[in-house]
Every structure is written in C-alpha cells, then in structure tokens.
T-cell receptor, first 117, second 114 residues
Framework: DQQVKQNSPSLSVQEGRISILNCDYT??????FLWYKKYPAEGPTFLIS?????DKNEDGRFTVFLNKSAKHLSLHIVPSQPGDSAVYFC????????????????FGKGTLLTVNP | GAVVSQHPSWVICKSGTSVKIECRSL??????MFWYRQFPKQSLMLMAT?????????EQGVEKDKFLINHASLTLSTLTVTSAHPEDSSFYIC??????????FGQGTRLTVV
C-alpha cells in the first residue's frame, strides 16, 4: 500500500521556467511533509518541509504548498536551473508521541526532474 | 545542515561473507537512526529503526538475523549484512535525526555481492 504517491516518474522543463512536482498521500495521520533531492549514488539531501498547520512554506527558489483536504502537496522551483536536475522525493511523517518510530519517514517513489539549458 | 557520514561508500564482497556498514552523526547526537534500502528506480524502503541502547525495530519482511543493526552510541549505528548473497546487492542509506527535526542522510553505500 503506497501511502505517499508521486505519480509522475519524470518531468522535463526548460531552464528559467517553473518546475512543479506533485505528491499525494493517503494517511490522514501524516502531519509533517518533506522534500528531498537525490543525485545518483548519493544520499538524499533535505530541501524544504511543511507542517500540516500551514499551507505554504517558501525558501528561496523553493516553495511547498499543502492542500490538506485534497491530501496533496507540491514543490515549486522557480526559476529552474540545470543544477536542479535530480530525483525529488516527497516524504511524510506521522505525528504523535515523541521519539522512536513515530519519526520514521514514508517516501514516495520519486520524480526525476530534468532541467534543460 | 547536520552531517551524517556513512562508510564505506561502496563495497564488493563474495557471496557468503558479511559486510558492515557504519553510519555516524558527526555534529549532533542522534537518538534515532534509520536504515533504508533502494533498488534501481525504486523508492527508499525503510528496513529498520535503530534507537540508541535498545533493539532495532524491523519493518515487515526484513530479516533481523540477516540485517544486524547495532546502535551502541548516540553517534554511531552499524548495519551488518550477514552471509550476503547477490540478491542483497543494493544501495543502503542511513539517516539520523533528533526529535522534531528533519532527517539527515548519509551518502549511501553501494553493496555488490559477487
């Protein structure tokens, strides 16, 4: 059962344009969402996150939008740059008591973003 | 951001041997570390949750006797793949985090069993 879904395995955009990466989730217990960027043969690096009490979080060129009613979030990158080309993973975490396995992340399958010069 | 170091970054071993992978949090104390496995073109699959000073919690379908996890200190967790076979070849990644922070990942270990 895929609780976090990234339905687009790949996305190609032109340099300077906006990249929009989408993510859907099914578990209503998720209350914290994160986006990670991953290059081949490397571990993921944290990009941006959003708590379920917010609907938008912005950090430089990266903005994450959360629509709780639709159980949908998206990552916007603008303007896109060739160095942004990577696999982007959406991840979600359940709330609850502190510590232990409540902090484990559930990942989507990732979307390969290619930004063409 | 915080630094998590994973070692080795790649390893080739013979079938039937054991391989140990280390995960260290370099600038913070990680009460919880996670071990993931990634197959080509697939997502990161959580294998187990490692809490300092206690036994690891394994995800369904992960053999605890095959993937031994030790979290002996707040900065070090190890994953030992015992009696490795070619089907264990994969990309293994650890992450470390403190409560209410994002997870920081190691650079991953490419294991090839021949």
């Amino acid at each position: 059962d895929q609780q976090v879904k990234q339905n687009s395995p790949s996305l190609s955009v032109q340099e300077g344009r906006i990249s929009i990466l989408n993510c859907d989730y099914t578990n209503s217990m998720f209350d914290y969402f994160l986006w990670y960027k991953k290059y081949p043969a490397e571990g993921p690096t944290f990009l941006i996150s959003i708590s379920s009490i917010k609907d938008k979080n912005e950090d430089g060129r990266f903005t994450v939008f959360l629509n709780k009613s639709a159980k949908h979030l998206s990552l916007h990158i603008v303007p896109s740059q060739p160095g942004d080309s990577a696999v982007y993973f959406c991840a979600a975490r359940r709330g609850g008591e502190s510590g232990g396995s409540n902090y484990k992340l559930t990942f989507g399958k990732g979307t390969l973003l290619t930004v063409n010069p | 951001g915080a630094v998590v170091s994973q070692h080795p970054s790649w390893v080739i071993c013979k079938s039937g041997t054991s391989v140990k992978i280390e995960c260290r949090s370099l600038d913070f104390q990680a009460t919880t570390m996670f071990w993931y496995r990634q197959f080509p073109k697939q997502s990161l699959m959580l294998m187990a949750t490692s809490n300092e000073g206690s036994k690891a919690t394994y995800e369904q379908g992960v053999e605890k006797d095959k993937f031994l996890i030790n979290h002996a200190s707040l900065t070090l967790s190890t994953l030992t793949v015992t009696s490795a076979h070619p089907e264990d070849s994969s990309f293994y990644i650890c992450s470390a985090q403190q409560p209410n922070t994002e997870a920081f990942f190691g650079q991953g270990t490419r294991l090839t069993v021949v």
